[in-house]
């Protein structure tokens, strides 16, 4: 998204530009946070990639006095005709940091926005973007290089944008992402412990003990009737150890499953959705305690 967007008025049916306006208390909020947590000279450079109708403009104002601001079809003055996408950064070379603020559009399933982020990282120092809700999560974190670390983290207020001059919610969070010379740590793929996952093949009768809602309104539903559950909406898993159980005790274990609250669902723009790596963290913590 970018400050000011294209107009919708349901659900998230966007245009391939994705305008909203983001409201002034919400930019100060945004500009706010920067002041606190990055030290940027009055000789840095600021750029802001998709500045709308200038929402961002005074703001980026009161921290340096070199900035440039950039749309595809500007709505502000001080806005520059230029897909952002396309600049060229040789000219900002004189500048001893570069530092990206705003907005931008999200596209479907955070494409643009992972554009927007790829080709900020060949050449800034910081990014401070509002950025959909599921960048919280690892699987777009990683879209950030390496060298990038997360230094801080808000999430925006309910309806912190305009559509038609009407306040309108999408789940976003402002991150602030600063360039340095080691490495961020990320943390090791897990691997399911005491369980395993099942695919479902055509034609195929499937044993497991358990289907596990990872998409939709229902996310995190565990299930042991697995007969006419989707295997695009669901996954299918099988426990090691359970037959070994009585009925009381099988119906005890699968409870703790089944109890499990699952935030994460919520870090998301469309559908809840949980990653096959958000559920094994969870179910992990009670098979290990399982296997002593």
Same mark, same amino acid.
């Given at each position: 998204?970018?400050?000011?967007?294209?107009?919708?008025?349901?659900?998230?049916?966007?245009?391939?530009?994705?305008?909203?306006?983001?409201?002034?208390?919400?930019?100060? =909020?945004? @500009?706010?946070? !920067? /002041?606190?947590?990055?030290?940027?000279? &009055?000789?840095?450079?600021? *750029?802001? $990639?998709?500045?709308?109708?200038?929402?961002?403009?005074?703001?980026?104002?009161?921290?340096?006095?070199?900035?440039?601001?950039?749309?595809?079809?500007?709505?502000?003055?001080?806005?520059?005709?230029?897909?952002?996408?396309?600049?060229?950064?040789?000219?900002?070379?004189?500048?001893?940091?570069?530092?990206?603020?705003?907005?931008?559009?999200?596209?479907?399933?955070?494409? =643009?926005? @992972?554009?927007? !982020? /790829?080709?900020?990282?060949?050449?800034? &120092?910081?990014?401070?973007? *509002?950025? $959909?809700?599921?960048?919280?999560?690892?699987?777009?974190?990683?879209?950030?290089?390496?060298?990038?670390?997360?230094?801080?983290?808000?999430?925006?207020?309910?309806?912190?944008?305009?559509?038609?001059?009407?306040?309108?919610?999408?789940?976003?969070?402002?991150?602030?992402?600063?360039?340095?010379?080691?490495?961020?740590?990320?943390?090791?793929?897990?691997?399911?412990?005491?369980?395993?996952?099942?695919?479902? /093949?055509?034609?195929?009768?499937?044993?497991?003990?358990?289907?596990?809602?990872?998409?939709?309104?229902?996310?995190?539903?565990?299930?042991?009737?697995?007969?006419?559950?989707?295997?695009?909406?669901?996954?299918?898993?099988?426990?090691?150890?359970?037959?070994?159980?009585?009925?009381?005790?099988?119906?005890?274990?699968?409870?703790?499953?089944?109890?499990?609250?699952?935030?994460?669902?919520?870090?998301?723009?469309?559908?809840?959705?949980?990653?096959?790596?958000?559920?094994?963290?969870?179910?992990?913590?009670?098979?290990?305690?399982?296997?002593?």
């Amino acid at each position: 998204m970018s400050n000011g967007k294209k107009k919708q008025t349901k659900g998230l049916k966007r245009n391939v530009i994705d305008k909203y306006y983001t409201k002034t208390e919400v930019v100060d =909020l945004c @500009i706010e946070t !920067i /002041k606190n947590k990055i030290n940027i000279d &009055n000789e840095h450079l600021i *750029i802001e $990639p998709s500045a709308g109708n200038g929402a961002f403009i005074d703001g980026i104002k009161t921290l340096c006095d070199n900035y440039k601001f950039y749309d595809k079809e500007p709505e502000h003055d001080d806005i520059d005709k230029q897909d952002y996408l396309e600049l060229e950064f040789e000219a900002f070379e004189k500048y001893e940091k570069k530092h990206i603020i705003g907005n931008p559009p999200f596209g479907r399933q955070s494409s =643009l926005a @992972i554009k927007f !982020i /790829k080709h900020s990282c060949k050449f800034c &120092n910081t990014i401070s973007f *509002i950025l $959909p809700k599921s960048f919280k999560k690892d699987s777009l974190k990683k879209h950030f290089p390496l060298h990038f670390h997360l230094i801080e983290e808000k999430d925006l207020p309910t309806n912190s944008f305009l559509v038609n001059d009407i306040e309108y919610d999408v789940p976003c969070v402002f991150q602030i992402w600063e360039k340095k010379e080691e490495k961020r740590i990320v943390s090791d793929k897990l691997v399911p412990i005491g369980y395993s996952f099942k695919t479902m /093949k055509e034609d195929e009768n499937l044993i497991c003990d358990i289907s596990f809602r990872r998409v939709g309104i229902n996310a995190g539903v565990v299930d042991t009737n697995i007969s006419g559950k989707s295997k695009q909406s669901h996954y299918f898993i099988k426990f090691d150890n359970i037959d070994d159980f009585d009925t009381n005790q099988k119906e005890e274990f699968i409870k703790k499953f089944k109890n499990i609250k699952f935030s994460s669902s919520e870090n998301t723009v469309g559908p809840k959705s949980i990653s096959k790596q958000e559920l094994i963290r969870e179910f992990n913590k009670i098979t290990s305690q399982n296997n002593h």
